[in-house]
């Protein structure tokens, strides 16, 4: 079980490292890295207070703390994938919405530039 949250704990700090690199690179919007930075650290912090960790196994019924762990990682992990897919959703909406208003505007455009020749 030692390896397995040793393992953990480095993954969860390379995350974050990725996570603040894309940052400072521009690569990723702030608030979309909160997310991943809280889900990360909470992997760490669980991974390493493994007291905190047998607690919550026991609270889920789980007789090996690294299976809790997993299942801890997977469901934050769903969490986020979710935040992210009601975002896509509503850029989608807002895509959809935008390219509406310039047909409409290219249409207005167009009948404007077809009446000033006629006349």
């Keep these: 079980m030692d390896r397995l949250l040793n393992v953990m704990a480095l993954l969860s700090l390379a995350l974050i490292v990725m996570v603040l690199s894309s940052v400072r690179r521009a690569h990723i919007r702030v608030e979309y890295s909160v997310a991943w930075l809280v889900a990360a650290v909470m ?4 991974s390493r207070f493994s007291g905190v960790l047998h607690w919550m196994a026991w609270m889920v019924g789980i ?10 990682v997977f469901c934050l992990f769903l969490v986020v994938f979710y935040r992210f897919s009601l975002r896509i959703s509503d850029l989608k909406d807002a895509n959809i919405e935008l390219s509406q208003k310039i047909a409409i ?3 207005k455009i167009h009948s404007l530039h077809h009446e000033d020749r006629h006349s």
């Design 43 to 46: 992997v760490f912090l669980l």
């Design 63 to 72: 007789d090996q703390p690294s299976v809790a762990l997993l299942l801890i």
């Design 105 to 107: 505007l290219e249409f």
